[in-house]
């Protein structure tokens, strides 16, 4: 029996995954889909933490799933599943709940950015609760799994280190019971920047659209979008994230798309103008879209998938409910077992 190392992640159905998604996450899955054994999910109970539309989500979620079947990831070898499917979730994240602190929720980068956009003169009267408390079910869905690395973004780093914490804290408090996590960066693209302010993050609930390109664009749209992307006038491709956002994060995505390094990339464009260097960026990330778009479209009604998902998530159950039972009864919630 081969003994691979395990890796768990999922994206939340907050909308149609992006291009940032896309190279900060999902691209890292299908390259690692087999030298590990995976666990991905799609992540729709984070999707509630904010308001959303019913029907919204519902489609999130169908098209998140055929998505990531569509962009490479072989139903042999990972383990795709929907998170509310494996009730376990819920259920460690409540226990976490209890052994998590409110100062260490509080520090969290993502809750302080999120909730001053929802801050208003009543305070806190409007920040749902489920932004506060989010990475704690993120850190169940973590240390359900006993991973050994969890591929994420870079935005997603500080949740991984209070998902250690927590785990430690709790294996020395209760006795060993979780696997302390890893995380895997990719090299390049592990935070491509919003394409109308390279200072912030891509992100798919964002509520300008030019900002992000998803995976399910118009081609039409995609070149409009980065035409219209912000750079510089300097009119000259090089990597300078701090003095060109902008045009550091064109060439990040080209380089990511490419498998390429970002020297090679400049030494490319070296004496080509904006004009050029973003008309090869539109053709290289069209020709991703276009590739992933007609795999989606085969995928999105069909029973197969029904079937891979079902599959997955018996799996995950299978190693879920272990684990839960196990801190279950180390923590004495399970009274008849010693
Ligand atoms: N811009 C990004 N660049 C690189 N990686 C990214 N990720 C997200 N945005 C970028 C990575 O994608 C995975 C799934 O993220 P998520 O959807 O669960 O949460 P998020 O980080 O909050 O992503 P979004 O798109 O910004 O979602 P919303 O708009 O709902 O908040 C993670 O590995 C993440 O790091």
Same mark, same amino acid.
Request: net charge positive.
């Given at each position: 029996?081969?003994?691979?190392? @395990?890796?768990?992640?999922? *994206?939340?159905?907050?909308?149609?995954?992006?291009?940032?998604?896309?190279?900060?996450?999902?691209?890292?899955?299908?390259?690692?889909?087999?030298?590990?054994?995976?666990?991905?999910?799609?992540?729709?109970?984070?999707?509630?933490? #904010?308001?959303?539309?019913?029907?919204?989500?519902?489609?999130?979620?169908?098209?998140?799933?055929?998505?990531?079947?569509?962009?490479?990831? $072989?139903?042999?070898?990972?383990?795709?599943?929907?998170?509310?499917?494996?009730?376990?979730?819920?259920?460690?994240?409540?226990?976490?709940?209890?052994?998590?602190?409110?100062?260490?929720?509080?520090?969290?980068?993502?809750?302080?950015?999120?909730?001053?956009?929802?801050?208003?003169?009543?305070?806190?009267?409007?920040?749902?609760?489920?932004?506060?408390?989010?990475?704690?079910?993120?850190?169940?869905?973590?240390?359900?799994?006993?991973?050994?690395?969890?591929?994420?973004?870079?935005?997603?780093?500080?949740?991984?280190?209070?998902? @250690?914490?927590?785990?430690?804290?709790?294996?020395?408090?209760?006795?060993?019971?979780?696997?302390?996590?890893?995380? %895997?960066?990719?090299?390049?693209?592990?935070?491509?920047?919003?394409?109308?302010?390279?200072?912030?993050?891509?992100?798919?609930?964002?509520?300008?659209?030019?900002?992000?390109?998803?995976?399910?664009? $118009?081609?039409?749209?995609?070149?409009?979008?980065?035409?219209?992307?912000?750079? $510089? #006038?300097?009119?000259?491709?090089? %990597?300078?994230?701090?003095?060109?956002?902008?045009?550091?994060?064109?060439?990040?995505?080209? #380089?990511?798309?490419?498998?390429?390094? *970002?020297?090679?990339?400049?030494?490319?464009?070296?004496?080509?103008?904006?004009?050029?260097?973003?008309?090869?960026?539109?053709?290289?990330?069209?020709?991703?879209?276009?590739?992933?778009?007609?795999?989606?479209?085969?995928?999105? $009604?069909?029973?197969?998938?029904?079937?891979?998902?079902?599959?997955?998530?018996?799996?995950? @159950?299978?190693?879920?409910?272990?684990?839960?039972?196990?801190?279950?009864?180390?923590?004495?919630?399970?009274?008849? @077992?010693?």
């Amino acid at each position: 029996m081969e003994n691979k190392k @395990r890796m768990v992640s999922g *994206i939340t159905a907050t909308g149609t995954i992006t291009l940032g998604n896309y190279i900060g996450a999902i691209k890292n899955f299908v390259e690692l889909q087999d030298k590990f054994e995976m666990y991905i999910f799609v992540a729709n109970l984070h999707a509630i933490t #904010s308001p959303i539309d019913k029907l919204k989500l519902k489609n999130n979620i169908k098209s998140m799933v055929a998505l990531y079947f569509a962009c490479g990831l $072989d139903p042999k070898k990972v383990k795709i599943f929907i998170q509310s499917e494996v009730l376990e979730h819920t259920q460690l994240g409540w226990i976490l709940t209890c052994n998590s602190t409110l100062g260490e929720l509080n520090r969290m980068t993502q809750f302080k950015d999120k909730s001053t956009k929802v801050k208003s003169s009543n305070g806190t009267e409007f920040i749902p609760t489920g932004l506060l408390t989010y990475p704690l079910l993120m850190a169940a869905d973590i240390l359900l799994y006993d991973p050994d690395f969890v591929p994420v973004g870079k935005d997603q780093k500080q949740h991984i280190e209070l998902t @250690r914490n927590i785990a430690e804290r709790m294996n020395s408090k209760y006795g060993e019971m979780f696997k302390i996590p890893g995380d %895997y960066i990719a090299k390049i693209g592990s935070k491509i920047m919003d394409l109308q302010d390279p200072t912030k993050k891509m992100s798919k609930s964002s509520d300008n659209p030019k900002s992000y390109i998803s995976l399910l664009d $118009d081609l039409k749209e995609v070149e409009k979008k980065i035409k219209s992307a912000v750079t $510089d #006038s300097e009119n000259i491709v090089k %990597y300078d994230p701090e003095k060109k956002p902008g045009v550091s994060n064109l060439i990040t995505i080209y #380089s990511s798309i490419k498998n390429q390094t *970002i020297e090679e990339t400049e030494s490319y464009f070296k004496d080509k103008d904006y004009g050029q260097f973003k008309n090869e960026v539109t053709k290289c990330v069209c020709d991703l879209i276009s590739s992933i778009q007609e795999n989606y479209n085969k995928l999105y $009604d069909s029973k197969e998938v029904e079937q891979w998902l079902e599959e997955g998530a018996n799996s995950a @159950r299978f190693i879920a409910n272990k684990k839960l039972n196990k801190v279950m009864n180390l923590i004495g919630l399970n009274y008849k @077992r010693k």
